[in-house]
């Protein structure tokens, strides 16, 4: 279940920085050596997060902090590549970094931040997008799913250099995402390396955390499709971080099952109820094998997944309602953040920039 951790970046063969030595100050010339892996990921605000979120990757977040060197963000410019309202996007920005807190993400131990509020993220990702071909970008799996149409945003199109800038600004040496994100990862490799040899070694190459191992929660009405946050508020098999204890009960009692009525793991033949069985074999660290043996009905299967989701939400519910108690500490912690992630971020990009010839702002 977790992603794959090195130690620190190297030069390597390539003219790239991997991430596999134990001294990241040595090769990057920047980062202090802390013989920590470092660690970036990030969430967009496209919609209230949902349990698969939770399970797939802010729970991975949290037990990540006591090993790495963890730069979490909330990634609000990512949701501009599709039409936002703005007071919601805003709503949606403030409530998952309130999550993050509420998760376990803590302000001290893990740099946690508003993408926008570091405008290094921008500059950056107009750099690689100035390395970038747009053949590698139009076989963007994302892209051709969502995009394509006249009417598309351009920046769809473009916000894999963005996301790469994201990874290269932070030197991350590990990049837990899902596995629809990997293409994304391995072109800020491939821009990492591209970039290191036109310009000189500059960037950090990522390496990519196994994200097929990661958990994967499908949508209860539609086991075929994965829970998604920006599926309509109201849609039925989408269990939200926030949902109250009835609505939790609720959705899943209504999940899609099957009529043959044995709880068997078997996630090709029985979609509904191996999904049930993932969510509460995630939940409780087992094997769904282990799950199967405790319950024998579906009643049985769907009582024991709504008493698992409710006492994993609860706890993440009643301090995110503390945290609504006081949006003004909400907003310090984001404010702090975002300045430990400038000041880290700022040379890194002026080492890009220089690298590709653009004057400094002033004599150093
Ligand atoms: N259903 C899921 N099961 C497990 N993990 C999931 N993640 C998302 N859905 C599930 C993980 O959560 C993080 C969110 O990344 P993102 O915000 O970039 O968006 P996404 O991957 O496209 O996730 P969503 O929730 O489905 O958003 P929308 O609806 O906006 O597309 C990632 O680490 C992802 O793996």
Redesign the pocket.
Known sequence: MRPTLTAGPTVDKTGGISASSTDPARSAGERPPTGRARVL???????P?????Y????RRFVSEQDRADCFFFI?DL?ALTTPQDPRRLRELALQTAALYVASGLDPQRSTVFLQSQVPAHVELAYLLESTAYVGELGRMIQFKQKGGQPGTRASLFTYPCLMAADILLYQASSV??????DQHVELARDLAVRFNREYGVTFVVPTLAR?AL??????LADPAA??????PDSAPGVIRMLDPEPVIARKIARAVTDSDGEVRYDPAAKPGVSNLLDIVAFITDESPDVVTAGVSTYRELKAECTGRVVDVLAPIQRRYAELQADPAALLDVLAFGAERARTEAAPVLARAKAAMGLPPLARA
């Open positions: 990921s990030g969430i967009t605000p496209s919609g997060l949902t349990l698969g979120n399970l797939g990757a802010l990634a990512h837990p995402v899902g596995g629809d994100q994200a990661a958990a994967r929660v499908a949508d994965k829970m998604s946050k920006s599926a």
